[in-house]
């Protein structure tokens, strides 16, 4: 028996090697007509940086009802693509995507700063406002050629975004997700976002390969912080 039949019976899961306690958790969510396999390429770049990791790849809740779009799972129903009517569909399929990454959690007894989201197209979607609506659920959240439903009003408090697009994306093109990156830096939000020129919509090593170095690289504005009055407290006892 998997971990995953406990609760989750289509979830792909990799854990660490001998076997040791996940420090870490990555939840990986498929575009839409895809399934929990179609991140494979990203969940192996994860598993080579973060040894230490729990990579766990769901499966959408409900199967693909858009013919053209795939056999597989999504996340919400596509059919009637006017941007009112997806808002919706995000917003009616949120309370179970959230209840979903919180089991997660529990299950390897991780705090929520530990854990991360990372989602390609439709699954990126579903990522990204999943932390806009609700506090303390992830730390970061990868997104790969996705989009917001909304533009967001407020920074995700204490949640490392990281954008990445293909500037050949005709399925979801990237200016918008250019403007949100700019109104989450307006916001105060710690936000990255790359747009690589020759990429389109797909599962691009290119992408992949940027995402390891921001999630390798990136300082949040929280540490930033934190390092900063521990530097002036320790200057203020040296002078005290």
Request: proline share 8%; hydrophobic share 50%; with cysteine.
């Amino acid at each position: 028996m998997t971990v995953s039949e406990f609760f989750d019976p289509h979830a792909l899961v990799d854990l660490p090697a001998e076997g040791a306690a996940p420090q870490l958790l990555f939840l990986l969510c498929h575009g839409v007509g895809g399934d929990a396999s179609q991140l494979a390429p990203l969940a192996a770049a994860l598993r080579a940086q973060y040894p230490q990791a729990a990579i766990v790849s769901l499966n959408g809740p409900e199967r693909c009802d858009d013919p053209t779009a795939g056999p597989g799972w999504q996340w919400f129903s596509m059919l009637d693509r006017t941007p009112a009517v997806l808002a919706a569909e995000v917003e009616r399929s949120l309370p179970g995507f959230v209840a979903r990454v919180r089991a997660w959690a529990r299950h390897f007894e991780l705090d929520w700063p530990l854990v991360a989201l990372a989602g390609y197209s439709q699954g990126a979607i579903m990522s990204l406002e999943a932390a806009q609506a609700e506090p303390q659920l992830v730390g970061r959240v990868i997104a790969l050629s996705g989009a917001y439903a909304w533009l967001p009003q407020a920074a995700p408090q204490d949640v490392c975004v990281h954008l990445l697009h293909g500037m050949q994306d005709s399925v979801l093109p990237y200016q918008p997700i250019v403007t949100a990156a700019r109104t989450l830096v307006g916001l105060g939000a710690d936000v990255t976002a790359d747009v690589l020129p020759e990429v389109g919509h797909a599962v691009d090593a290119r992408l992949i390969d940027r995402a390891m170095e921001q999630l390798r690289t990136f300082v949040p504005g929280r540490l930033w912080r934190e390092a900063v009055l521990l530097a002036a407290e320790q200057d203020r006892k040296a002078g005290s």
